[in-house]
């Protein structure tokens, strides 16, 4: 069992829809989630941010935990054509050296 | 600031041919990564280096070998290049120990092929 599960999309949206993107984690060590957003021949980078449970909002995006369930998601409102890109969660335990990716949702904003 | 520098951006080996990647960061970071990204299996670690003078084994180590030649820069080496290996490499940096608060800053990539 992976680590980490994301499902890879591709999700197409029309301008200004409000976005959802999911993963689920499989081990309750896990503190730390990130969200990275990554352009078409470009690396990875970070977005947002979360420590243990709870939400975590920055301008358009939001960031939402739910350890209960092991669930992790982010919320983009109003879409703009720049978020078209590939958004890969990643999670991490206290202490730890490396991250554990999910496989990446690729995400088309229609104008 | 260029960041994190990596050299070949793309590469088409044979099987059973020799090539490092190259990989330079001017942030001043004491940890380096080596991944991979591959359709529907995401980002793996290869190897990290936690300082200069360190490495260890990620998740998918065999048929890598890496250096941390200083504290700037960190190259992989595949020794006998098998299909397998073809993927997307990507080299990252990060402050010691903030890996875990997402401070991964990442290059452009290499693209390898092997045939």
């Known amino acids: 069992q992976k680590e980490v599960e994301q499902d890879p999309g591709p999700l197409s949206v029309p301008e200004g829809a409000i976005v959802s993107l999911n993963c689920t984690y499989s081990?309750?060590?896990?503190?730390?989630f990130m969200w990275y957003r990554q352009y078409s021949r470009k690396g990875p980078e970070l977005l947002m941010y979360?420590?243990?449970?709870g939400n975590k909002e920055d301008g358009r995006f939001t960031a939402q935990v739910d350890k209960s369930s092991k669930y992790i998601s982010l919320f983009i409102r109003d879409s703009q054509p720049s978020d078209s890109a590939t958004y890969l969660c990643a999670v991490a335990r206290t202490g730890a050296n490396n991250l554990f990716f999910g496989t990446g949702t690729r995400l088309t904003v229609i104008p | 600031n260029a960041g994190v520098t990596q050299t070949p951006k793309f590469q088409v080996l044979k099987t059973g041919q020799s090539m490092t990647l190259q990989c330079a960061q001017d942030?001043?970071?004491?940890?380096m990564y080596w991944y991979r990204q591959d359709p529907g299996m995401g980002l793996r670690l290869i190897y990290y280096?936690?300082?200069?003078?360190?490495?260890d084994k990620g998740e998918v180590p065999n048929g890598y070998n890496v250096s941390r030649l200083n504290k700037r820069e960190f190259s992989l080496r595949l020794e006998s290049a098998a299909p397998s290996q073809t993927s997307v490499y990507f080299c990252?940096?990060?402050?010691?120990?903030?890996?875990?608060?997402?401070?991964?800053?990442f290059g452009e990539g290499s693209r390898l092929t092997v045939l």
């Open positions: 942030m001043n970071h004491n940890s």
């Open positions: 280096s936690a300082s200069e003078g360190t490495t």
């Open positions: 081990n309750s060590a896990f503190q730390y």
């Open positions: 979360t420590y243990s449970s």
């Open positions: 990252a940096s990060s402050p010691e120990g903030q890996v875990i608060t997402g401070e991964l800053f």
